[in-house]
C-alpha cells in the first residue's frame, strides 16, 4: 500500500505533528485521492483554537483540513465517474459526524473522499488553483439552494427578475454565492471593501458597496427598491446583523448565517481555564438571542447553514456530479478567491493556518504537496 502521512491535531489547543498515517481503501462510492494540494480553513483554525468548543465527536488525533485536489489513486465499488489517473478537486468531510475522521480528512497525502463530492479537472487547471473551491463553494450552494435556507432556483434555469444579497463577496464562500446566484438567474448586490469591488463585478455582481459604509444597509435598500429580494446571505464575522437590517429594509423573509458575530479563533489558545473561551460562548448566545428576537419582529427566518448538510439532499448531486464539472470544463466559473501558495509539504499547513489566524483577505491559503 502507499505510504501515508498526515498533519495531525493531537490534542486540544495543540500545534499540528506531521507523522505516518495509515492508508485507507476506500468503500462503496469513494474514491482515494493522492492530494497535491489542499488549503487550510477557518473552521481548521478554530478547532484548533478553541479545542473542543467544536466538533466534540472528533476523536484525537484528528486530520483536520476540507478542501483536496489531486489525483484518483483508487476507486471503490458503485463509482462509475472516475477512474485512477484522474484528475479532481474534491470536499473532504472527515470532520463530519459518522465519518472515518482519520481517512477522511483533508491534511494528509491520500485522503478517501466521497465520489458524490468531487469533481473532474481540466489538464488546465492548476490543483493549487482548483483547491479553493470545495468547503467555500459548498457552504454557498448548501445556504442558496436548500430547501430549509434561501431556497432559490437551480443553475440553469431562466431568470427570476429577483435578486440575493450577497454579504461579505470577497470571502471565500461569498465569491462562490455570487456566481451561483448570477448562474441561478438572480440579480446580486453584494458588499465588499472598495479595492475589490471590480472583483466582485467581474463575478457577476450587478452592485458593490463598501461593509463600512455607514449608510451601507440604506444604500443596499435603494439599490434594490421595487425588486423583490429572494433572500440575504451573510458572510464573515458581523454579518448577520446589517444583513437582517437588509432583510427588514428590503422585505425579504430569508437570511442565511455563514458566520457566527464572534470571532472564535481570536479566543487565546491555552489549556485548563480559560476565562476568554467562555466570553466568546456567553457573547455568541446572547448575540443569537437578540438576534432571532429582531427577526421575530419582521417575520424573518434566519438560520445558520453548514457546508456538509448538501451531502445529503439533493444539493450535493446538483452541485459537483452536475453543474461544477461543466462549469470548470467550459471554463465558465472563475476559480475564487485567489490562491495564495504559502509553503510545500504537509510542515507547511500548520504555518498557513497561523498565517489565516492573522487575518486574509480575497485571498485562500494553500499548501502544495
Known sequence: MPHNSAAVLTGPFEKLTVRDAAYTAPGAGEIVIRNRAIAVNPLDSIKQSTGDMMYRW????????????????????????????????????????????????????????RSSLASPLPSSIAFADAVVLPLGISTAASALFQQDQLDLQHPGLP??????????????????????????????????SPHNHERMRALGATYVFDYASATVVADVATALAGRTVAGVFAVGTGSAEPA????????AK?????????????????KGLNLGLAKVGLQLVAGNVALQARCARHGIRARFVWGSTL??????????????????????????????????????????????REGVSARKLVVTL
Open 58 to 113: 472528533l476523536p484525537y488525533p484528528a486530520v483536520l483540513g476540507e478542501d483536496v485536489a489531486g489525483e484518483v489513486v483508487e476507486v471503490g465499488s458503485d463509482v462509475p465517474r472516475f477512474q485512477p489517473g484522474d484528475r479532481v478537486v474534491a470536499y473532504a468531510v472527515g470532520l463530519e459526524k459518522k465519518r472515518n475522521h482519520a481517512a477522511e480528512g483533508g491534511f494528509q497525502l491520500y485522503t478517501v473522499v
Open 159 to 192: 431568470s427570476t427578475g429577483e435578486a440575493v444579497v450577497v454579504w461579505g463577496g470577497s470571502t471565500s464562500v461569498g465569491s462562490n454565492a455570487i456566481q451561483l446566484a448570477v448562474a441561478a438567474g438572480y440579480l446580486v448586490v453584494t458588499t465588499a
Open 244 to 251: 437582517v437590517a437588509i432583510a427588514a429594509a428590503t422585505g
Open 254 to 270: 430569508r437570511v442565511a448565517l455563514a458566520s457566527p458575530s464572534v470571532a472564535l479563533d481570536s479566543v487565546p489558545q491555552r
Open 311 to 356: 451531502m445529503d439532499n439533493e444539493v450535493g448531486p446538483m452541485l459537483w456530479e452536475g453543474f461544477l464539472p461543466a462549469a470548470l470544463a467550459e471554463g465558465r466559473y472563475l476559480l475564487a478567491p485567489t490562491a495564495e501558495i504559502v509553503g510545500s509539504g504537509l510542515e507547511s499547513v500548520q504555518p498557513a493556518l497561523d498565517t489565516l
